[in-house]
């Protein structure tokens, strides 16, 4: 048998690469609530921060931060620029198989959704810890469940809140008067506009977003959503997201035949004027790209009637960071109110505040109020209108069935 | 001196097979045991085929093999007949030299730049549609053409093609002289022969075998691209490189077990395309016997030659354009269409990025020039020791020579990153050094290989009847002949270097930041202003090296103008 060959070859090898992944992770947990402590042991320290690299505003935002906390506290912190957050989740899994449960390269990660599942299932991450930050308590947790819940999926403190995400759409006022104001109106408006609107390729993350807010929007009762998914139910649940798709898709950008790559992708060819309508996840990044010459100045932004997914993203730790107490320090920082206010500036990234501004005082609400704006800004009370992300469940099974009805042409 | 030169000679060929072998066989081990379902990180502790069962369900899963296996025949049978026929047609006219001057430099353009480049020039939103609109288009927005991003890969096989013509032409270059190209041409057309059918007749089966290898690479370089295939292939679905990538990214971490499968099957749509190709030798080796003894003088010359002109200028002219268009991009603020030209101009993208680029700019050269001496120490001394003994290298350390080239690097990298963490290296500049080196010692081998063989060994043998001992003849004879190809191995090494990202990436734990690792961030966010400044950055670092490459020799031997051969 060659199985057993492959077995006698291989076993060896890897149990030497597999030794000791399965200890405990709760180092360093004792010190947490004495904060000054953590300050002492934190200066000095380098922060490896990995962080997804692709957006020059967001990388010039993590400069400022990186030079803050050199000013302020005495820690150095290094943006690792990353093409695609599992990167990062590949290093962690690849040092834990290595059996590296204290000297890990990584120290924070930026991260949601999907990869927050996998390491929080997989036992990568450190914590609980993100309660014990003492800025958490802006964020009013009690009043805005989202800080606690990422996709459904209960943070249970092993990821500190830094920013909010919710589907946004915008368009050209130049070439569009009226756009579509409902899931069902996306579809008349594309038939009348063929060509003019698409969706990146499921299963990047705002594809495969689109595919829920479509079938929240098209169906009557969305409590099954909010449960994990059962086959015995899944085809009746989507079967209105599957007609809708067939008819919408010869009427989109090169027929459905092509789907671009990202949400980044999307944008640009809304620079290149070949869209006319397409949507974001950060409410705030129309009007941010206008200011940097992206998008046409006749940009404008809203949300949908009848509502949209909103998430909100994090900072977690690896499990085997070896600098743990750089990586609050710094995880607190990101929530103070002067950097949430900075980072909030569409002039320097335009990422939407996760802080409650209700709990801030005068003047550093005075921060927020005064940022600069312009005409494609999306107004903030148009983010009330805010749906909740599904149970990732969904997420993995309507990305499988796409693929099998659309994936191959 | 001559005791180092012995001891490199004894320790280089050893030293090489190490510094390939051990990370490709613990990278291999990385992909094979994942595959059949043991990786115990994950849970997996038992030997199982379900995941190869998942990978065979994947739909449109024969589509991926298809594109991946066509892409790498075609792009490789393209550009070598556009070489050959160009060498055939043009060989020591004044058009030959001028084009030699132009594309070689263009080899150092990083496929990912090119790629992005010719995206930009032909997108119906592209410099090209531009340029037409709306005055002879009536375009007032972009039209909605599936191209590039066409379903059977051909804006993809053009961009490859494109980077693997000025490759193939720089390694024709370097292999003429070595297989007596000039005598044979002049033989054949003083026997009457047309200028390309002489080159086709008596050249081209002399010359080939020297070019086997880089054609090899070539294959197996086209059918598992990943840059080149985000930008320019088909989506639904990808090729089969692009699906593993995505699988091997997923968040989904049991979708590992399936990737590694997936790589498994790509190393086998590689291995089935070079077999192919190995076929397709054969059979034009019988069937042309005839043909070319048969004495006919003339085989439509002049119509080949012109197709081989056109395509030539054709690949020129794309390659020129997408450089025009990176350019422009680097220097707007909002560009509509159908402007043709930005308004206005601005250096803000090149203000902006100067700011962080000082880091990554040396990063990045001290890498590659570390990686590409160490790589060149190796193979002279490999080759050296060959030369020496009198004996080619054995087949199976030929093999483990191209693995690096053949085996798709995604998968073979997360198994080298677990050894690199198990041995207990740290992430960095030194790790990173190393694992440039993987891949840019096979090109310099294939670079420098044929030359250093095909070297008269009458010059040696005549210097050592003069009294010089072995190691004299290597520094004082063998060494100043072959500069200019050592230099050009050390150019395409360097390239090489300074286009790897995911070695960098993961060897150095994202701590070393490249000029390469920054464009390729970035360009994953999409902003093309930034992306432009950072892909011409990117490709000017090695049009430096090759500057220097063909420059160097030049000023070196002013005095001793026999050792420049030239064609």
């Known amino acids: 048998m060659p199985r057993s060959l492959v077995s006698r070859l291989l076993v060896p090898l890897f149990a030497l690469l597999s030794v000791s992944s399965l200890q405990a992770q709760s180092l360093e947990t004792q010190g947490l609530d004495d904060w000054a402590s953590i300050e002492t042991r934190a200066k000095g320290q380098t922060v490896y921060w990995n962080a997804w690299g692709g957006d020059a505003n967001t990388n010039d935002y993590i400069d400022w931060v990186s030079q803050q906390m050199q000013s302020r506290f005495d820690i150095d912190v290094v943006h690792v620029k990353l093409g695609d957050t599992a990167e990062a989740v590949s290093r962690v899994l690849a040092e834990k198989a290595a059996g590296n449960d204290e000297d890990g390269a990584i120290d924070l990660i930026w991260i949601n959704g999907e990869n927050f599942a996998a390491m929080k299932k997989n036992g990568l991450l450190y914590g609980p810890w993100a309660e014990q930050l003492p800025n958490f308590a802006l964020t009013a947790p009690d009043d805005n469940p989202e800080m606690r819940s990422d996709f459904t999926l209960p943070v249970e403190g092993l990821e500190a809140p830094w920013g909010k995400a919710q589907i946004t759409f915008y368009y050209d006022s130049d070439r569009v008067e009226s756009p579509p104001k409902t899931t069902r109106e996306l579809l008349e408006w594309a038939r009348n506009n063929p060509g003019r609107f698409t969706y990146p390729l499921v299963p990047d993350f705002l594809g495969s977003t689109f595919l829920k807010q479509a079938l929240l929007g098209l169906i009557d009762d969305p409590a099954p959503l909010y449960a994990p998914v059962h086959e015995a139910n899944f085809e009746s649940v989507t079967a209105p997201l599957w007609d809708y798709l067939d008819a919408l898709h010869p009427n989109l950008w090169r027929s459905g035949q092509s789907f671009p790559n990202s949400g980044s992708a999307l944008r640009q060819l809304m620079g290149d004027g070949e869209l006319s309508l397409a949507f974001t996840f950060n409410p705030l990044e129309p009007a941010a790209a206008v200011a940097d010459y992206q998008l046409p100045p006749s940009t404008r932004s809203y949300v949908l009637d009848d509502g949209t997914l909103g998430n909100v993203h994090f900072v977690a730790i690896p499990f085997n960071a070896s600098h743990k107490a750089g990586a609050l320090m710094l995880a607190n920082f990101l929530l103070s109110p002067e950097a949430q206010a900075h980072k909030q500036d569409i002039e320097v990234w335009g990422d939407a505040t996760v802080l409650a501004l209700d709990t801030l005082s005068e003047k550093q609400r005075q921060a927020f109020a005064a940022l600069p704006d312009n005409p494609a800004t999306l107004p903030i009370e148009a983010l009330q209108r805010t749906l909740a992300e599904p149970h990732p469940s969904w997420m993995e099974r309507l990305e499988q069935e796409w693929l099998t009805r659309y994936g191959t042409r | ?567």
């Open chain 2, 1 to 567: 001196m001559p005791s180092s030169y012995a001891l490199g000679v004894r320790l280089a060929p050893w030293l090489t097979i190490t510094l390939l072998s051990l990370p490709v066989a613990s990278g291999l081990a990385g992909v094979i045991a994942p595959a059949f379902g043991f990786l115990p990180a994950l849970g997996g502790d038992s030997l199982t085929l379900t995941h190869w069962q998942a990978l065979l369900d994947r739909p449109g899963l024969g589509r991926m093999v298809q594109l991946s296996y066509v892409t790498g025949l075609v792009s490789a049978g393209a550009s070598l007949a556009i070489v050959m026929l160009f060498l055939g047609a043009f060989m020591h006219t004044r058009v030959f030299t001028a084009v030699r001057r132009l594309l070689s430099p263009l080899l150092a353009v990083p496929h990912a730049a090119a790629a992005i480049g010719l995206a930009f020039l032909l997108a119906p939103s592209g410099l090209l549609s531009r340029a037409l609109s709306p005055g002879l288009t009536d375009w007032q927005h972009p039209p909605d053409i599936l191209f590039p991003g066409d379903p059977f890969g051909l804006a993809m096989i053009a961009g490859l093609v494109l980077k693997e013509v000025p490759f193939l032409l720089l390694m024709s270059l370097a292999a003429l002289p070595q297989c007596r190209a000039s005598e044979r041409l002049r033989m054949a057309r003083a026997l009457g022969y047309g200028p390309l059918s002489a080159f086709l007749k008596v050249v081209v089966p002399g010359l080939y075998p020297l070019l086997r290898l880089p054609v090899y690479a070539v294959i197996a370089f086209a059918s598992s691209t990943v840059e080149v295939a985000l930008i320019l292939g088909p989506t639904t679905p990808p090729p089969l490189a692009v699906a593993v990538l995505r699988w091997l990214n997923d968040p989904d971490l049991s979708m590992r077990f399936m990737a590694s499968a997936g790589a498994l099957l790509q190393l086998g749509v590689t291995l089935a395309a070079l077999a192919t190709w190995w076929l397709i030798e054969v059979l034009v080796r019988r069937l042309t016997r005839r043909w070319l003894s048969n004495g006919r003088r003339h085989n439509g010359d002049a119509v080949l030659g012109g197709i081989a002109f056109g395509a030539v200028s054709l690949s020129l002219l794309l390659i020129l354009g997408s450089l025009v268009g990176l350019m422009l991009w680097s220097l707007a603020a909002y560009w509509p269409f159908p402007e043709a030209l930005p308004q206005p101009l601005t250096l803000r993208n090149w203000t902006r990025a100067a700011a962080s680029m000082g880091d990554p700019l040396t990063q990045a050269a001290v890498i590659g020039i570390v990686a590409t001496l160490l790589s060149l120490a190796l193979v002279v001394g490999a080759l050296e020791a060959e030369t020496l003994h009198q004996r080619p290298t054995r087949p199976w350390a030929q093999l483990i020579l191209y693995l690096p080239l053949l085996v798709p690097s995604v998968a073979f990298l997360f198994g080298l990153v677990l050894m690199q963490i198990q041995a207990g290296v740290p992430p960095g500049i030194t790790a990173v050094i190393f694992g440039h080196a993987i891949f840019v010692l096979p090109y310099v081998f294939l670079s420098l290989g044929e030359s250093y063989r095909r070297l008269d060994p009458r010059w040696a043998h005549l210097a050592r009847s003069l009294g010089a001992s072995p190691a004299r003849v290597f520094w004082r004879v063998r060494l100043p002949m072959l500069s200019v190809p050592l230099m050009t191995a050390a150019a395409v090494g360097f390239a090489v270097s300074i286009g790897q990202y995911l070695p960098t990436l993961l060897l150095g734990a994202g701590r070393v930041s490249t000029i390469t690792t920054e464009a390729v961030s970035l360009a994953s966010g999409g902003d093309r202003r930034l992306t432009a400044v950072y892909a011409l950055l990117q490709l000017a670092m090695p049009a430096l090296g090759f500057a220097l490459a063909l420059g160097l020799p030049r000023l070196l031997f002013r005095r001793r103008s026999g050792l420049l051969t030239s064609v």
